[in-house]
C-alpha cells in the first residue's frame, strides 16, 4: 500500500470513527432510560418520551444527524482500500454508502420525531393503546417509505462489504467479513435486552453507531500495521 493511499484511508477512518462516536452520543440521549416495567419496544419508546425533555430529544437528533453521514466516510476508506474500484462490487458498495449519507441522518430525525410525537401524545392525555395508531396515522406516510429504503442500502452495503472483504478485495484479512454492520446490530441489541437500565436501553439503541466504531477501529488497527 502505497503511503499516500494509506495516509488518506486512515484519515477517512478517523472521521468515521469520530461519526460513530457522535452518533452513539445522541442514541443514548434517545433511549437511554431506565424501562423497568415497560413491556415491549413501543412501551419502551413511550416510557423515554415521558421522562425526556424536548431539548434531550432536539440534542439527540442533532448528534445523530451530524454524526451519521460523517460515520459514512470510514465505510468509504473500505472502497478506497480496493484495487479494482470500476468493478461492480466497488460501485455497488459505493452506492450503498452514498445512499447512507443521503437518509442515515433524515432516518434518525424521524427516530426523534417519533419520540416527540409520543411525548406530545401522552400530555394530551390520549389513551396509550391509541397512541401507535395515531402516530401511523399522522407520520406513516414519509416515516414507511423512508424506512424501507434506507434499509435497502443498509442490506446492500452489508452484503457488499461482506463480499468484497471475503474476496480479499482489500489489503483487510479475509476473516474480517464477519465484523459486519448486521452482525453487531444483532449482537449489541441482543446485549441490551439483558436489562432495563439506561445503559443498557442506551446501547441497544446504539447498536448501528457502536457497531460501526468497533467494525472501524478494527479496521484502523489492521492499516496501520501495514508497512
Known sequence: MKKEQKRKITQLLWYGIA??????IGDFLLLGVDSTGAEGAISQYLMAAEKISYTRIGLAGFFGFVGIPVTAFGYYALYQMMEDRK???ARWYKASV??????????????????TGMKKALETGTEIGDILFMILKEQGGYLIPCFVVFFAFYLINVIMLIYIIAKKKTPLPGW??????LLFKILINGFGKLGT???FNGTACANMSL????????????IRKRK
Open 197 to 199: 437500565s439506561a445503559f
Open 211 to 222: 457497531g460501526a466504531l468497533i467494525i472501524l477501529v478494527a479496521w484502523m488497527i489492521v
Open 19 to 24: 461519526g460513530a462516536v457522535l452518533t452513539m
Open 87 to 89: 468493478s461492480a462490487a
Open 176 to 181: 474480517m467479513w464477519i465484523l459486519n454492520p
Open 98 to 115: 452514498y445512499g447512507y449519507v443521503a437518509f442515515g441522518g433524515a432516518i434518525h430525525i424521524i427516530c426523534c420525531y417519533l419520540v
